[in-house]
């Protein structure tokens, strides 16, 4: 798929550092990048504006190397998914991401009606729900993988980790989701 | 149908899709665009001057009313280059205040406003 007819021009204008073209162009992606911003960050939202912010700054910085390959809106994606995996790489540093010692029971969660609800399409509203009561680094590790679609592989090398620590954290997280699911 | 449960890895990749796909569309703050637009033209004005108000309005842009007297003091090309918006009360209002009242055309902040 090629650019808006009209993202190359409004490129050539906020190149050119003119103000009203600067505008229109927040004004034009903003809702795109705080939509998706505000769904990979949920239910942490107080981090949202901050890199909504960071996507536009990131974008003008590097607008000369857009190519038109593509649609303006794919390509300020693309910089907002980076800024979302920075944001995940940060928080699951610093978040102490409890031991194997320290976890609560991890008793597998009974059959889960997950699968039953998918069929229903009755998933979107419960999922946030869900995720915004779990620990951050279980929507964090979830969002990642499910949402992100990364694999176990990649978010190891990205968070100084091994795969098999990602594997375990990823475990609980599904397990406890389960759970959540199961009791509403 | 089977009557095997779907393995988790799979379970949750149907369940991000479906939660995706469902996903309302949310409309971002005027105060976000308002503070995100603000930053822009001050990192554009870090490399230099930003296009003057004459070239602005040639390419088919409104000029506010504080621009389009700006534009008219017999003021250097240079000077022509000012953001107006850096010393302008409906920026304050705009970076704080959703639904400002601000209602004149031309200015970024009232189009931030606007549905």
């Not at chain 1, 951050?136 to 090398?157: F, G, P, T």
């Not at chain 2, 796909?21 to 004005?45: D, I, W």
């Not at chain 2, 296009?51 to 017999?74: D, M, Q, S």
Request: proline letters at 4%; aromatic letters at 8%.
């Amino acid at each position: 798929m090629g650019p808006e007819p009209d993202d190359a021009k409004l490129v050539l204008e906020v190149l050119r550092k003119d103000r009203k073209a600067t505008a229109e162009f927040v004004n034009r992606y903003a809702d795109v990048l705080y939509g998706y911003v505000r769904r990979r960050l949920v239910p942490h939202t107080e981090f949202v504006d901050d890199l909504v912010q960071e996507v536009f700054l990131a974008a003008w910085e590097n607008l000369e190397s857009f190519k038109g390959e593509s649609p303006l809106r794919n390509w300020l994606l693309g910089i907002a998914r980076h800024k979302v995996e920075d944001h995940y790489r940060k928080r699951l540093r610093e978040i102490q991401v409890l031991s194997e010692e320290e976890s609560p029971g991890v008793e597998p969660a009974n059959e889960s009606r997950i699968e039953e609800a998918i069929q229903e399409q009755q998933t979107a509203k419960k999922t946030k729900e869900i995720l915004a009561l779990l620990p951050e680094q279980y929507s964090i590790v979830l969002l990642w993988r499910y949402w992100e679609k990364r694999s176990l592989s990649e978010i190891a090398a990205q968070t100084g980790r091994t795969e098999k620590a990602i594997e375990r954290l990823l475990a609980r997280a599904r397990d406890q989701f389960k759970r959540e699911w199961n009791e509403r | 149908m089977s009557d095997r449960p779907i393995p988790d890895d799979e379970l949750f990749g149907q369940l991000a899709h479906e939660s995706e796909a469902l996903g309302e569309a949310v409309r971002s703050p005027s105060r976000l665009k308002s503070r995100v637009y603000s930053a822009l033209v001050r990192r554009q004005q870090q490399s230099g001057s930003l296009l003057n108000l004459t070239e602005t309005r040639h390419a088919g842009h409104e000029l506010c009313v504080f621009e389009v007297l700006w534009e008219h003091l017999p003021l250097t090309t240079g000077a022509k280059c000012f953001n107006c918006c850096s010393i302008c009360h409906a920026r304050v209002l705009g970076e704080q205040v959703e639904h400002a009242p601000i209602f004149w055309g031309g200015c970024p902040y009232v189009a931030f406003q606007k549905k």
